[in-house]
Nanobody, 125 residues
Framework: QVQLVESGGGLVQAGSSLRLSCAAS????????MGWFRQAPGKEREFVAA????????DYADSVKGRFTISRDNAKNTVYLQMNSLKPEDTAVYYC??????????????????WGQGTQVTVSS
């Protein structure tokens, strides 16, 4: 069982930056692949970024490539999402997710076993 708690969301203007954090319980955080997803009102949950358990492999949605960076600190049991050059279309509830995998990352919500409660990100124009 893994418990995930996101933080760092807020209301910002377009062009600003935010860093989301997701703190995980447990002592084997490096064994878990982590992902960030987002869901806007009336839309399906969509992939944003993912990172393997050891941190060597990452992937991004095309819509955030070059603007967002996923990283992790396994000593702190935390995964981060640095979001730069934010746009109004980035407005959504952002969720982190976890599943067991040291080497691979995953991009489908159905591939993850544990989810956080979400943090709201609102970008005004």
């Amino acid at each position: 069982q893994v418990q995930l708690v996101e933080s760092g969301g807020g209301l910002v203007q377009a062009g600003s930056s935010l860093r989301l954090s997701c703190a995980a319980s447990g002592r084997t955080f490096g064994s878990y692949a982590m992902g960030w997803f987002r869901q806007a009102p009336g839309k399906e949950r969509e992939f944003v970024a993912a990172i393997s358990g050891r941190g060597g492999n990452t992937d991004y949605a095309d819509s955030v490539k070059g603007r967002f960076t996923i990283s992790r600190d396994n000593a702190k049991n935390t995964v981060y999402l640095q979001m730069n050059s934010l746009k109004p279309e980035d407005t959504a509830v952002y969720y982190c997710a976890a599943r067991l995998s040291s080497i691979y990352y995953y991009i489908k919500p159905s591939e993850y076993d544990w989810w956080g409660q979400g943090t709201q990100v609102t970008v005004s124009s």
